[in-house]
Nanobody, 126 residues
């Protein structure tokens, strides 16, 4: 079992920045693929960024490329999402997700992730 706890959400004006953190309670953290998803009111959940266990280029949805950065610190069992140049369309509940390495991995598809955090609200005002 993997417990994920997000933090760092809040309200910010357009153009501002936020940094989300997700702490995982798992001794096998280094064997987890990690990702961030978000869901806006009335919309489907969508993948924002994903990162493999170590090395390799992260994955991003097109709308956040160049503005968001996902990173992980295996020593701290944590994954982060640095969000810059925020837009009102970035508003939503952001979720941290994890899956164990192995099998086919579609980085930004929520269907492949077994473990989810409780979510943290991000609100961007214009």
């Amino acid at each position: 079992q993997v417990l994920l706890v997000e933090s760092g959400g809040g309200s910010v004006q357009a153009g501002g920045s936020l940094r989300l953190s997700c702490a995982a309670s798992a001794y096998t953290y280094s064997s987890l693929y990690m990702a961030w998803f978000r869901q806006a009111p009335g919309k489907e959940r969508e993948g924002v960024g994903a990162i493999a266990t170590g090395g390799g280029a992260p994955y991003y949805r097109d709308s956040v490329k160049g503005r968001f950065t996902i990173s992980r610190d295996n020593a701290k069992n944590s994954v982060y999402l640095q969000m810059n140049s925020l837009k009102p369309d970035d508003t939503g509940v952001y979720y941290c997700a994890a899956r164990v390495v192995g099998g086919a991995w579609i980085p930004l598809s929520g269907a492949g992730y077994k473990y989810w955090g409780q979510g943290t609200q991000v609100t961007v005002s214009s």
